[in-house]
């Protein structure tokens, strides 16, 4: 705590107690759908694991729809983003029926693509079923990018899906990279790219060694270029050009309110909550252990979420190894769920990587 100044710490306090409010009433914002376990690149970091065959088939859209219909009653629909995840959700020939069937619900609905299926003519047809929101992922310039992604064309439809969501000002978009250490050195060459084509809202992430990015320890940045990410984003934020921020991975000690648009909060189980592929209801999607608290095939979903998610919303339980004695822990709580192991144990503290 000694490296906190007294105005974050009391911030820090002050946020505290509006998440402690927040978690007593957990209204859900934010719902993912896994769509699918299909898709077409094979990428190195991928916490899914997925292939272009997924061993799973699809979750009819039938299913997905009757559970939506179980959670409007109890929702304000115009207050909950659906966000559709894979795999890669343009896999799915379905899509646009199943956007506008969310639409016509009065449910705001996006995805997270990897652009290589997005042709002008999609994205037409996306917008006409009521697509409000989309991320798609660029990790750099086209070597780096495609060696990551495992696709000789990612890179150029990825690059050519950003500049068609330039010229459309009624989507909400941002790219998000994976910041890994290929791509670390040349991420202000990056920004500059990003900015000259229009991009306008980034997001970083850095690897979390799930899925296959388990498998390439060498991916990880070192805690000195990890450092380095966090000085880079405060001084693009202070620029003001190009609104850039960290993903919700993990407490961040003395870059807390300063590389991100609010402090650290794993929303997991408290305002988001996602059905995966098999009709497992989870949290976040980046969560690959199983801490799943029902099935929509034999559970009613608020149910669920009314009386199951108590692991996501107390986390009492994770204060024990590396945060058993932390002084953060008031504030972050353990880190998020998707950097818990089955047993609930910690992957990584992102605190401790931090230069004090």
Avoid at 202 to 207: L, Q
Avoid at 224 to 229: A, I, K, Q
Avoid at 309 to 320: E, I
Wanted: proline residues 4%; glycine residues 8%; charged residues 25%.
């Amino acid at each position: 705590m000694n490296n906190l100044s007294l105005r974050k710490q009391l911030a820090l306090e002050i946020n505290r107690k509006i998440w402690n409010n927040l978690k007593e009433l957990h209204p859900l914002k934010q719902l993912f759908w896994e769509c699918t376990l299909r898709c077409n690149l094979h990428c190195k970091h991928c916490g899914s694991d997925c292939k272009r065959m997924a061993a799973v088939e699809d979750m009819p859209a039938e299913d997905f729809l009757r559970t939506i219909d179980s959670i409007t009653p109890y929702v304000n629909p115009n207050k909950v983003s659906i966000i559709i995840t894979g795999g890669e959700p343009l896999m799915r020939e379905d899509l646009e029926k199943v956007g506008l069937a969310l639409y016509r619900r009065g449910y705001p609905w996006g995805m997270v693509s990897n652009g290589l299926y997005l042709t002008k003519e999609r994205l037409q047809r996306l917008m006409a079923a009521g697509l409000h929101s989309i991320t798609i992922s660029l990790d750099g310039f086209a070597e780096d990018h495609n060696w990551l992604r495992g696709h000789p064309e990612s890179h150029h439809n990825a690059l050519e899906a950003i500049k068609m969501l330039v010229h459309e000002p009624e989507l909400t978009w941002d790219v998000v990279t994976c910041v890994n250490r290929r791509n670390y050195p040349y991420l202000d060459e990056l920004k500059t790219s990003l900015y000259k084509i229009g991009v306008r809202q980034w997001r970083m992430f850095t690897i979390f060694p799930v899925g296959r990015a388990a498998s390439h320890p060498e991916f990880q940045l070192t805690d000195e270029e990890f450092t380095g990410l966090m000085d880079f984003i405060k001084e693009i934020r202070k620029e003001g050009k190009i609104h850039l921020s960290y993903g919700c991975e993990g407490f961040l000690g003395k870059y807390e309110g300063e590389v991100r648009d609010s402090f650290f909060a794993c929303n997991a189980g408290v305002t988001v909550g996602s059905i995966l592929i098999d009709g497992s209801i989870s949290a976040c999607p980046s969560i690959r252990s199983d801490f799943h608290q029902g099935n929509i095939y034999r559970d009613n979903f608020m149910q669920v979420w009314e009386e199951r998610f108590r692991p996501f919303r107390n986390r009492d339980w994770m204060k024990k190894d590396a945060c058993g004695d932390c002084s953060f822990f008031r504030y972050c709580e353990g880190n998020g769920m998707h950097l818990r192991d089955e047993n609930g144990n910690l992957l990584f503290c992102h605190s401790k990587r931090l230069a004090p």
